[in-house]
């Protein structure tokens, strides 16, 4: 039952941000295959987001075994928690009364989060926070509107500037924000940043589907199968059927 219940509280803020305005979204173009970007997403995840989010489908040996990554080196740099072990679920120490008391509502698990949003929006959510004092943590988000949580990458990136276009809507100026410019405080370029977070997002799609990969050459195979097999029925068919036409 715990297990529907963090799924469907993940997918309410999509559910929400269905009904709202449409923002264009950038591609992520992530890479599955990549094996260096899954670790540094890893690695990212780990250090910016598993504090208040969970990954709690997931094990660490698992993952440390699909990327690529050496049991001494999972336990050294990616389990921060002491007792952990890496068999466990990759479950963080924030409870849910501690974490309803700080943000409101407990910070969803990000296991599925990528199947749940999609990457691109993950992607474009994750490069569109910007400057808001009006804000509970002094930032917004363009793609998720008085989002609710604090920009948790500014050490990468900083917090970017908004900026704002003017529109006439029914005579009245009406001005939004579209976009968003650098101020260069982080430790990050734009271009750096964007290639963290796409290693970022990598890591999430993997996350939501481990078997992806394995899967499609799965498909393959069976794809090859089904056309070598309707070659011998064709030829099994003409060979019954000669002697009746």
Not at 97 to 121: C, Y
């Amino acid at each position: 039952m715990k297990k529907w219940i963090v799924i469907l509280f993940a997918m309410l803020p999509s559910l929400a941000m269905a009904a709202g305005a449409k923002v264009p979204l950038d591609k992520a173009n992530n890479d599955l295959t990549d094996q260096a970007s899954l670790q540094n997403g890893a690695k990212l995840f780990m250090n910016y987001c598993f504090a208040c989010h969970s990954a709690q489908y997931q094990r660490y040996e698992r993952v440390g075994r699909d990327i690529g990554i050496p049991t001494d080196l999972l336990k050294e740099n990616l389990i921060f928690d002491p007792e952990a072990k890496v068999g466990d679920l990759m479950e963080n120490a924030m409870s849910e009364d501690s974490a309803a008391k700080w943000f409101g509502a407990p910070p969803p698990d990000l296991t599925l989060v990528a199947r749940v949003r999609g990457t691109d929006w993950l992607y474009t959510y994750l490069r569109s926070f910007y400057a808001d004092p009006s804000r509970p943590f002094g930032v917004n988000n363009i793609v998720f509107p008085s989002v609710g949580m604090p920009h948790v990458l500014e050490e990468l990136q900083g917090i970017p500037s908004p900026v704002y276009e003017t529109h006439i809507v029914d005579g009245q100026e009406v001005t939004k924000v579209v976009g968003v410019e650098s101020t260069g405080t982080g430790e990050l370029n734009r271009e750096e940043y964007d290639n963290a977070v796409r290693d970022l997002v990598n890591f999430l799609e993997y996350s939501g589907d481990p078997v992806k990969l394995e899967r499609h050459a799965l498909g393959w195979w069976a794809m090859a199968f089904l056309v070598i097999f309707t070659i011998v029925v064709v030829l099994l068919k003409k060979e019954y059927w000669r002697d009746v036409h």
